[in-house]
Each structure stands twice: as structure tokens, then as C-alpha cells.
């Protein structure tokens, strides 16, 4: 048995079929993948994401020590609740993890790391903040939930307090509104719109029980990992780790390289790097041929070298299969996947195949 999570008896009670996950006895799927997909793409389903980590980053240092620490420039948030994505580098440019940090206040920040990457992340951002006045805390308080989908917002409403409600109205992406013992964050990891709800543990059959109610879905990890990507998100430890740099991993857009006396770690690798030029890049693949795409398949770029993919399914909104590869730089419109034995044609998009319901290739 691994370890459970407050929405664990909610979990059964559904009829989930529960699989080990990194430690964790988690959701599958409720019966079929499949439809919690669509569900989510159409209407409204909910994640239990409780086995992932909150840390609480406390104290006068807070803010010098996360902008050593993060790639991305937390002097970017100076309004409460504003949160950024951002990759933990170690010295060599390699992602230790990637996250999300929400500003409190100049004291006071809040952050969700992978589950699979709990134990050397704290060991790391301990390691690291030897030399500040700050303090990290795991915050075991809360359970979190993922509401998602384009009822998402609509139906979690309904549920919330008449305080609630006037909390999140007008709540932007990428905000959380923090309201009676609730952290509510309009995030997601599926391409649609929703929220992230960090909810206090005494309560979490309570609120799980009114979601259902309200028409809210349980979604498995199954369909998580089909909806992230078909957006084109990245998985830890599939498409990104610590022998991969964000330059090779469709992050670049997560490094903020000014001012340039802010020193992250793992920003002179990556400024060499820069100079000496990536040798590969993250792409979107569509199969042409019969098959399913999965990780560590071989890709074959004629003319140019190998690649290999990262992640991969048979998408069910596109009913085709997807997947992610890291290729050579040089690679054009299409490459050959083997499939197999056999060599299979596939084509080279940009590596974000569904938003908000819409077919992007």
C-alpha cells in the first residue's frame, strides 16, 4: 500500500481503480479514460493532484533567495496571489524540476513542486538556502484538487461561499485568490480553463461531494496525461530532467536574462549554451502512418541524424496519434519513427496539438 491522500475514500467510493503512482495509490480512471477525457475537453472534470508538494518559502531573504534559485525572475510578481512557471536548474543547466510559485508577499512565497521529485527538491532548495535568512516548510494543511474544462469556473462557483465568489470574480490566469482558509489558483495542466483549489483537509469530502453535485466529473491520471499532451505540456522526467537544459525543452520562455547581474544557478551553462548553439529541440509529432507513438522511440532524420521521442498517445480529440521528440536542431517538416521494426512517416508541428477544445494541426 502507498501513500494515500485526503481524497482517498472519495476516490473509492467513485470506483476509481487505483494504481501505485511514484509511492502514491492514485486514480487511473473511474471506469473509462476515454470519457473523462472528453469530459474535460467538453465539459467539466476534476484532478486529484494532493500527492503533489506545496512548500512555503518564508522570511526577509524570500524574494534574493528564489531568484538564485529559479530560472524564471520572481521580481516579476508584485501582486499578491501572482504566480509564474518556472524551471529549477542545477549548475549545468539541467532541470532539477519545473514549478509554480505564487507571491504572497515580499516575504512570503508559495510553491508546488512534481510529486515524483519531492525528496531532492527539498534537499536541493535546503542545500541552496544555507546562505539566506529564509525558511522552507512543507505545508501538509491543504489537499489540492484540479477543476477543468470550459464549465470548469461556471460549476466550482456554484459550489463556493457568497465570500468565495466575490474572491475569484474576475480572478486572471495564472492568479490564485487566497479566501476563507481556500488557496484558489486559476491554473491547469490540460489546456483548458479552470483552477487549482488548495483546500483544507478537513474539508476535502465536503467539497469533493458539492463538485459532484454541481456536474463535476473525477478525472484519473490517465486522461491528465492525455489532456497535457495534447496541449503541449511538458512531463517531468519525460520531456525534461536534469540532463536536459530549457533550451532543449521548449523553456527557453521560462528564463528571464535580465537584469544581468541577477546570477541564477545554472545560468552561466546556460549561457554558453546560447553561444556554442543548442544542438537539439523539443518538436510536436503527428503519425501519418498505422502505430501509436510512445517515449524512447527511435527518430530518424534523414540527412541530419537520430532523435528520440519523449511522450507519445493516440490523442482521442484528434484521433491521431501525437507525441514529443527531441530531435536535432536542424530537422524540418517530417521524420521517420520506428515503429516496430518498421520505419513510419510522421509530421513535425509545433508541440501543441489541442487548446480549449480546438484542433491547433
Not at 115 to 136: G, H, P
Amino acid at each position: 500500500m502507498g501513500k494515500q491522500t485526503p481524497f482517498f475514500d472519495c476516490h473509492n467510493q467513485a470506483g476509481a481503480k487505483i494504481v501505485d503512482f511514484g509511492g502514491w495509490d492514485m486514480p487511473l480512471h473511474y471506469g473509462s479514460q476515454l470519457e473523462e477525457h472528453h469530459t474535460v475537453r467538453q465539459s467539466a472534470g476534476m484532478f486529484d493532484v494532493s500527492h503533489m508538494t506545496i512548500v512555503d518559502v518564508t522570511g526577509d531573504d524570500a524574494k534574493a533567495f528564489l531568484q538564485k534559485l529559479l530560472a524564471n525572475d520572481v521580481a516579476k510578481l508584485t501582486e499578491s496571489g501572482k504566480a509564474l512557471y518556472s524551471g529549477m536548474l542545477n549548475e549545468k543547466g539541467g532541470v532539477i524540476d519545473d514549478l509554480i510559485v505564487y507571491f504572497i508577499n515580499e516575504t512570503n512565497y508559495r510553491v508546488v513542486v512534481n510529486a515524483s521529485t519531492r525528496d531532492k527538491d527539498l534537499a536541493w532548495m535546503a542545500t541552496q538556502a544555507e546562505s539566506f535568512s529564509v525558511t522552507i516548510s512543507e505545508n501538509n494543511d491543504f489537499a489540492m484538487l484540479a477543476v477543468q474544462g470550459p464549465e470548469a469556473i461556471e460549476k466550482t462557483n456554484s459550489v463556493l461561499s457568497s465570500a468565495q465568489q466575490q474572491a475569484v470574480e474576475g480572478l486572471q490566469v495564472f492568479v490564485a485568490a487566497d479566501t476563507e482558509g481556500y488557496f484558489i489558483a486559476r491554473t491547469g495542466y490540460t489546456g483548458e480553463d479552470g483552477y487549482e483549489i488548495m483546500v483544507p483537509v478537513a474539508e476535502t469530502a465536503n467539497f469533493w461531494n458539492k463538485l459532484v453535485a454541481a456536474g463535476v466529473k473525477p478525472c484519473g491520471l490517465g486522461a491528465r496525461d492525455t489532456l497535457r499532451l495534447e496541449a503541449g505540456m511538458n512531463l517531468y522526467g519525460n520531456d525534461m530532467d536534469e540532463t536536459v537544459s530549457p533550451l532543449e525543452a521548449n523553456m527557453a520562455w521560462t528564463i528571464t536574462w535580465k537584469p544581468e547581474d541577477r546570477d541564477f544557478i545554472g545560468k552561466q551553462a546556460l549561457l554558453a549554451q546560447k553561444e556554442a548553439g543548442v544542438a537539439n529541440k523539443l518538436v510536436g509529432l503527428v503519425l501519418e502512418g498505422k502505430g501509436v507513438i510512445r517515449s524512447h522511440m527511435k527518430v530518424v532524420v534523414e540527412g541530419i541524424g537520430e532523435g528520440e521521442t519523449t511522450s507519445g498517445t493516440m490523442s482521442p480529440t484528434l484521433k491521431q496519434s501525437i507525441g514529443m521528440a527531441r530531435v536535432p536542431k536542424a530537422t524540418g517538416e517530417q521524420v521517420m519513427l520506428e515503429i516496430r521494426g518498421k520505419l513510419v512517416p510522421a509530421k513535425v508541428v509545433k508541440p501543441c496539438f489541442v487548446r480549449k477544445g480546438e484542433a491547433l494541426v
